[in-house]
């Protein structure tokens, strides 16, 4: 079983940053890929960015290109997103998922992603 646990939200004032980090464990063949989404209340979850564990290929959201950036340290089994010039409407919780994906290429859809994290709240104050 797959388990993932996210860290690192916090309150932080429009132009701040924020480093999230996901830590993996469970079964490696069951999870080839990562994603960072997130949701806000009564909306759907939205994809923020994915990144192939063997692969390293990375996929962003149109709002999370240039301002965040995904990475991962294998010997930690751990996936970050550096968030920075954040901005008000970055407010959400954000959940971690994992799952196998043809090739290690990370989804949007979040259909497509089998294990979740609990989720951490990032608010941004203007």
């Known amino acids: 079983q797959v388990q993932l646990v996210e860290s690192g939200g916090g309150s932080v004032q429009a132009g701040g940053s924020l480093r999230l980090a996901c830590a993996a464990s469970g079964p490696p063949d069951s999870r080839n890929a990562v994603g960072w989404f997130r949701q806000v209340s009564g909306k759907e979850r939205e994809f923020v960015a994915g990144?192939?564990?063997?692969?390293?290929?990375?996929l962003y959201a149109d709002s999370a290109k240039g301002r965040f950036t995904i990475s991962k340290d294998n010997a930690k089994n751990t996936v970050y997103l550096q968030m920075n010039s954040l901005k008000p409407e970055d407010t959400a919780d954000y959940y971690c998922a994992a799952g196998i994906r043809p090739f290690g290429i990370p989804s949007a859809a979040s259909k497509d992603w089998n294990y979740w994290g609990q989720g951490t709240q990032v608010t941004v104050s203007s």
């Open positions: 990144i192939g564990w063997a692969s390293s290929l990375t």
